[in-house]
T-cell receptor, first 114, second 110 residues
Framework: GAVVSQHPSRVICKSGTSVKIECRSL??????MFWYRQFPKQSLMLMAT?????????EQGVEKDKFLINHASLTLSTLTVTSAHPEDSSFYICSAKGGDYGYTFGSGTRLTVV | GQSLEQPSEVTAVEGAIVQINCTYQ??????LSWYQQHDGGAPTFLSY????GLEETGRFSSFLSRSDSYGYLLLQELQMKDSASYFC???????????FGAGTTVTVRA
């Protein structure tokens, strides 16, 4: 079945630094990738939608200059959290449109900003 | 936009049956999905309903009534490993976005 590989699974960074999260579709072409953020005990909140070769579309309230999304190829999308602060600590999950069930989720990245 | 409502938590004993209801409001309904998420893990797909009726997949079943904007997930023969959060999600017909409910935490007791 379809697989989306997401790395890193966990990352700890210092406040003010940037962190890049990668999602790769391993056996299918992901023309559309969705990026979610999930705080503890809460739901998955859609941050942005990226289409290969196009600029990402951000949900209301999400700062596009802080959460940089690049979807330069059909198999790779990246989310960079710039100038991270403790309040950015969260679980970030990508989901590619495609696969057996319509959407294939990555395994998630636990970001902790100290 | 979309909004979904589901109970926040349910507790049941091993072997029991649990039903998680989900009501939704959406401008462009395309289908109702259910996902399971264990602590620290990513959501895993459980079931999908695009049309009215019941879909059965092993111990899990899902139901949809589009006229009532309502669906449910039925967990039968509960096992300890079923302790997790369960999310209903609706897909928008126009932009393929998935919007998730707040999640229902299911706790299975021995």
């Amino acid at each position: 079945g379809a697989v989306v590989s997401q790395h890193p699974s966990r990352v700890i960074c210092k406040s003010g630094t940037s962190v890049k999260i990668e999602c790769r579709s391993l056996d299918f072409q992901a023309t559309t990738m969705f990026w979610y953020r999930q705080f503890p005990k809460q739901s998955l909140m859609l941050m942005a939608t990226s289409n290969e070769g196009s600029k990402a579309t951000y949900e209301q309230g999400v700062e596009k200059d802080k959460f940089l999304i690049n979807h330069a190829s059909l198999t790779l999308s990246t989310l960079t959290v710039t100038s991270a602060h403790p309040e950015d600590s969260s679980f970030y999950i990508c989901s590619a449109k495609g696969g057996d069930y319509g959407y294939t989720f990555g395994s998630g990245t636990r970001l902790t900003v100290v | 936009g979309q909004s979904l409502e589901q109970p926040s938590e349910v507790t049941a004993v091993e072997g029991a049956i649990v039903q998680i209801n989900c009501t939704y409001q959406t401008s462009g309904f395309y289908g109702l999905s259910w996902y399971q998420q264990h602590d620290g893990g990513a959501p895993t797909f459980l079931s999908y309903n695009g049309l009215d009726g019941l879909e059965e997949t092993g111990r899990f079943s899902s139901f949809l009534s589009r006229s009532d904007s309502y669906g449910y997930l039925l967990l039968q023969e509960l096992q300890m490993k079923d302790s997790a959060s369960y999310f209903c999600a609706v897909r928008d017909r126009n932009d393929y976005k998935l919007s998730f409910g707040a999640g229902t935490t299911v706790t299975v007791r021995a």
